[in-house]
């Protein structure tokens, strides 16, 4: 059940920087990131402190934080670097924009022959360290990680979070992982990889589900090549 604290201070917020629904909200957010944010970087930014969303400075620790908290915006699990406060809105109002987004996709290559070779406690612990160092590269590129699932990580660099150079973050983000996964070493890989990177114009937003919850969507638009391109380039070589 909502929050009437929080569907409350959702509605003080759009009110107050002139959005008059939840999808002008999206595309003024992921689409400007800090012009988007501007109103509370101007609040928050004298709560202590740090460290704080990147983008409008809610403090995940001292006695701000507690607040934070209570009216949504705690540290993101898909990004530690920014708040929750756009997965939380998501919860409560149905939408979503078209922008430009990038997005990487990495998968072990294969996966099933190498498990095979293995014992599955060895198989789990190898994709373990897959997702963290995979983890690691894309919170520390801005990134939003999507999908950790079987043995493929997803991410998207939405220039709301990462800029507008978010392409350009993406390629860096994809040759770093080849890099902490030895891909250039003398010694080859120690987990063989591929990754693919693409740009384009997607919907990035909440559906209503069977029971009444939400969850992201983002799809082709039009004769775009958007979410179904890039596992077709992870498959080449770097």
């Not at 701000?64 to 670097?81: Q, V």
């Not at 909440?206 to 596992?231: D, F």
């Amino acid at each position: 059940m909502p929050n009437p604290i929080k569907t409350k201070m959702y509605e003080m917020y759009l009110k107050a920087i002139g959005v008059k629904n939840a999808d002008e909200l999206y595309r003024r957010i992921w689409g400007e990131g800090e012009q988007g944010h501007s109103l509370g970087r101007h609040l928050f930014r004298n709560l202590p402190s740090n460290p704080r969303c990147r983008l409008c400075s809610a403090p995940f620790s001292g006695f701000g934080a507690p607040l934070m908290r209570l009216i949504g915006k705690p540290p993101s699990t898909r990004n530690p670097h920014f708040c929750a406060s756009c997965e939380n809105f998501m919860t409560l109002h149905q939408g979503g924009a078209e922008i430009e987004l990038t997005i990487l996709f990495a998968d072990v290559r294969g996966s099933t022959t190498l498990a095979e070779q293995m014992n599955p406690a060895d198989f789990s612990q190898l994709l373990k360290r897959f997702y963290v160092a995979a983890t690691e590269v894309l919170v520390e590129t801005d990134a939003l990680i999507e999908r950790l699932v079987g043995d493929e990580v997803v991410g998207l660099f939405i220039p709301g979070y990462t800029g507008p150079e978010h392409a350009r973050q993406a390629v860096q983000a994809a040759q770093e992982l080849l890099h902490v996964t030895s891909h250039r070493g003398p010694g080859g890989p120690w987990i063989p990889i591929g990754v693919g990177v693409h740009t384009g114009v997607a919907y990035l937003g909440a559906i209503e589900g069977s029971r009444g919850t939400y969850r992201r969507r983002y799809h082709r638009n039009g004769r775009q090549c958007q979410y179904y391109c890039a596992p077709f380039v992870q498959g080449s070589n770097w």
